[in-house]
């Protein structure tokens, strides 16, 4: 351990002390393991299959009673994507065309079809996400995995046809302004934002849930899209020679 | 559950810690199954067996190409 | 079991800490992060459990059988996938150190903006 390390851990100690006791502390009062009765989460369980006929209650929070926080959290999720393209973005030549082709064709086989599971997977992940485990996050990050595959089972150049940011950076956009659209349009039509508009369908089929489905597949395509774009970024940065340092 | 965890903060070779973080990653997966939240599992599972080796692995590549090239 | 929990809450919140401060590595310090903030997962969900109950999800099940609080989890979720992108802004902001200074080891960036 350097000095510098040792510096470091003993300006550190008293900070975690100080921590570990609030967190002592706060450990005291919190409810004993599998004795939680939050009235909130007890009363959601309760309300939101006749409420909302959607059978996976968590999504219906994500989406619907707490449909304002996860719009929060998807401009975070957008401004950290622009971070990225702007920090990587800046310092690439224009491609070289280099291209690495995969030697085997099982390789290329197996690596094609898995490319077909799991984006079918992460389509229905996203579309199943009011009735069953599952929504737009969880998908739109299987779809993203899935494509990528693509630049490993076939290389740099069948790659760049889907990583084009041309392609990429208006979806990522549409995904995150179609989720506040739909919550204008609600404010539009007189209601509270992001009020539930459509009505609610039936309770276990792929259109339960009104405007929340729409607000899954908005979510579904940020999320997949910013991805994508992140996965871009950093494989460009990789395979393309950068600049000299400064 | 700590084991794992403490090996991953602990293992200093990023390219082994990766490894170690995926491994980490579905054992947080199988934990959050037992606690009743498949939704999260899910995420987890696509999260960290995907996304974060990815930009890591190219991360490290990129740190270490330069570094042998000197 | 009460303790255990948030024992090992408490430890894989330490550890990751500990990482970070003793890390060598940027790309290290942003693995050591997640594993910091793993923590808070585990916590959330172990809060949020109940004995006996099932999942918050009503497909196949009768309405009213005793489930999990579907808060947290709604909470964790969609922090699970935000974190993804920030961890990559870590990371390229790593690079982009590395690209500047041709280190990534936090000691000696600061030595040599001396």
Same mark, same amino acid.
């Given at each position: ?5 040792r ?7 008293p ?14 009062r ?13 009363l &959601?369980n309760?309300?939101?299959? %006749? ?22 959290e998807?401009f975070?999720?957008f401004?950290?994507?622009?971070g990225?393209?702007l ?6 030549? %224009? ?6 082709p ?6 290329r ?14 389509l ?23 494509i ?13 046809t889907?990583?084009?940011?041309r392609?990429?950076? %208006?979806?990522?956009? &549409? ?16 209601? %509270? ?5 459509l ?30 774009? &992140? ?13 000299p340092?400064? | ?11 200093l070779?990023?390219l ?20 009743q ?34 | ?10 430890w ?5 800490? +500990? ?5 060598? *590595? ?14 808070? +997962? ?6 949020? +459990?109940?004995?006996g ?32 992108t ?26 040599? *903006?001396?």
């Open positions: 351990m350097s000095s510098r390390q510096l470091r851990a003993w300006i550190a100690a900070v975690l002390a100080l921590f570990a006791a609030i967190l002592g502390w706060g450990f005291a919190a409810p004993a393991f599998g004795d939680f009765h939050g009235a909130y989460g007890d &959601l309760r309300i939101a299959v %006749p409420q909302r006929h959607t059978s996976n209650v968590v999504t219906a929070i994500v989406f619907d009673y707490r449909g304002f926080d996860t719009m929060g998807e975070i999720l401004a950290s994507v622009v990225v393209v920090l990587l973005r800046a310092v690439r030549e %224009p491609a070289t065309g280099q291209d690495d995969v030697a085997s064709d099982a390789i086989l197996f690596g094609i079809i898995m490319v077909a599971v799991i984006l079918v997977f992460g229905w992940l996203a579309a199943f996400g009011l009735v069953t485990p599952g929504g737009g996050f969880q998908g739109g990050v299987a779809i993203a995995g899935g990528v595959l693509v630049f490993l089972a076939s290389g740099y150049r069948a790659w760049r889907f990583g084009r940011e392609l990429l950076d %208006p979806f990522e956009g &549409l995904g995150a302004a179609s989720y506040a659209a739909v919550g204008l349009a609600a404010l539009i039509a007189g209601a %509270p934002f992001l009020h539930n508009l009505g609610l369908g039936v309770a276990g089929t792929l259109r339960s849930g009104g405007s929340m489905t729409l607000l899954n597949w908005a979510v579904a395509v940020e999320v997949a899209a910013a991805n994508l774009v &992140l996965y871009t970024e950093f494989l460009e940065s990789y395979l393309v020679p950068h600049l340092r400064r | 559950m700590a084991c794992a965890a403490t090996s991953v903060a602990l293992c070779d990023p082994r810690q990766i490894f170690l973080s995926g491994v980490y990653g579905l054992l947080l997966a199988v934990l959050f199954v037992v606690l939240a498949p939704d999260v599992a899910l995420s987890m599972l696509v999260v960290s067996t995907v996304a974060y080796p990815l930009i890591v692995l190219i991360a490290i590549s990129r740190t270490r190409r330069e570094r042998g090239e000197e | 079991m009460t303790i255990l929990v948030y024992a090992v809450v408490a894989v919140f330490a550890i990751g800490i +500990y990482g970070a401060i003793v890390s060598r *590595n940027l790309i290290h310090l942003a693995l050591c992060l997640t594993v910091t903030q793993s923590s808070t +997962y585990i916590l959330l969900l172990a809060i949020g +459990y109940k004995h109950a099932g999942a918050p999800i009503f497909e196949d099940v009768k309405l009213g059988t005793a489930a999990v609080d579907p808060v947290v989890q709604s909470l964790t979720l969609t922090d699970v996938v935000v974190s993804v920030v961890i990559a802004l870590i990371l390229a902001l790593a690079l982009d150190v590395h690209r500047q200074s041709d280190s990534i080891d936090p000691d000696e960036i600061s030595t040599l *903006n001396r």
